[in-house]
Antibody
Framework: QVRLVESGGGLVKPGGSLRLSCAASGFTFSDSYMSWIRQAPGKGLEWLSYISTSGNTMYYADSVKGRFTISRDNAKNSLLLQMNSLRAEDTAVYHC??????????WGQGTLVTVSS | QSALSQPASVSGSPGQSITISCTGTSSDVGGYNYVSWCQQHPGKAPKLMIYDVSKRPSGVSNRFSASKSGNTASLTISGLQAEDEADYYCSSYTNSGSHVFGTGTKVTVL
C-alpha cells in the first residue's frame, strides 16, 4: 500500500534551517507529482510546494518562495524540503503528499517543525 | 493567494443531508475543474474524498457527492453518520500554478 513517512522535524531557532525528508513506498514514485502541505497548530491546511515527476518544475506558495526549496531523488524514492530563514509562523506539522496538479490523494502523518527561541 | 471561503461549521442529525460550500474566484475554483475535498479527523492526516470537482476515489462512500457552479463548489454528505464528524477542506488549482485550500468546515453530527 502507499506509504509516505516524513522525518527531520524538530525545534529550531528563528532564522535557522531544517531539512525535511519523505520516504515513499507502495507506488511508482518517479511517475508521481509530489507536494508539501503544512498545518499550523489548530489551523487549516496550507499548500507549500509541488514538484514534477522529473524534478524540473517546481511551484511555491508566496509565503515560502525564496526560503524553501523542494527537491526529489527518484532513485531513492525520496522527497525533500530544505527550509531556510525559518520564522515563528512556520511552526506547523509538515505533510508529504502525493499529487501536485489536480488533487492530493495520499498523505503522510507529518513531522512537526517548531520555530522558537 | 487568499484562502477559499468555507463556513466555519455545519451540523446535522444522523440520516440528514448537509452541504458545505467553497467559494473562490475565476482564478481558481471558477477557472479549473481541479477542485477537491478532503476529510480530516482529529489528530489524523487528511483523506481525499472528492477530486476533479465530483469524482470519488475508490473506497469513498457514495454518500459523498460534489459539484461546482461558477466560482463556488459544494460538497454534500447524505445520510449523515457519526463517523462523518470531522473537518472538511476544499482545495483548487490556481492560474498561477499553485494550489489554495479552503478555510475549513467543522461538521458536527448532532
Amino acid at each position: 500500500q502507499v506509504r509516505l513517512v516524513e522525518s527531520g522535524g524538530g525545534l529550531v531557532k528563528p532564522g535557522g534551517s531544517l531539512r525535511l525528508s519523505c520516504a515513499a513506498s507502495g507506488f511508482t514514485f518517479s511517475d508521481s507529482y509530489m507536494s508539501w502541505i503544512r498545518q499550523a497548530p489548530g489551523k487549516g491546511l496550507e499548500w507549500l510546494s509541488y514538484i514534477s515527476t522529473s524534478g524540473n518544475t517546481m511551484y511555491y506558495a508566496d509565503s515560502v518562495k525564496g526560503r524553501f526549496t523542494i527537491s526529489r531523488d527518484n532513485a531513492k524514492n525520496s522527497l525533500l524540503l530544505q527550509m531556510n530563514s525559518l520564522r515563528a509562523e512556520d511552526t506547523a506539522v509538515y505533510h508529504c503528499v502525493r499529487g501536485g496538479r489536480s488533487h492530493f490523494d495520499y498523505w503522510g502523518q507529518g513531522t512537526l517543525v517548531t520555530v522558537s527561541s | 493567494q487568499s484562502a477559499l471561503s468555507q463556513p466555519a461549521s455545519v451540523s446535522g442529525s444522523p440520516g440528514q443531508s448537509i452541504t458545505i460550500s467553497c467559494t473562490g474566484t475565476s482564478s481558481d475554483v471558477g477557472g479549473y475543474n481541479y477542485v477537491s475535498w478532503c476529510q480530516q479527523h482529529p489528530g489524523k492526516a487528511p483523506k481525499l474524498m472528492i477530486y476533479d470537482v465530483s469524482k470519488r476515489p475508490s473506497g469513498v462512500s457514495n454518500r459523498f457527492s460534489a459539484s461546482k457552479s461558477g466560482n463556488t463548489a459544494s460538497l454534500t454528505i447524505s445520510g449523515l453518520q457519526a463517523e462523518d464528524e470531522a473537518d472538511y477542506y476544499c482545495s483548487s488549482y490556481t492560474n498561477s500554478g499553485s494550489h489554495v485550500f479552503g478555510t475549513g468546515t467543522k461538521v458536527t453530527v448532532l
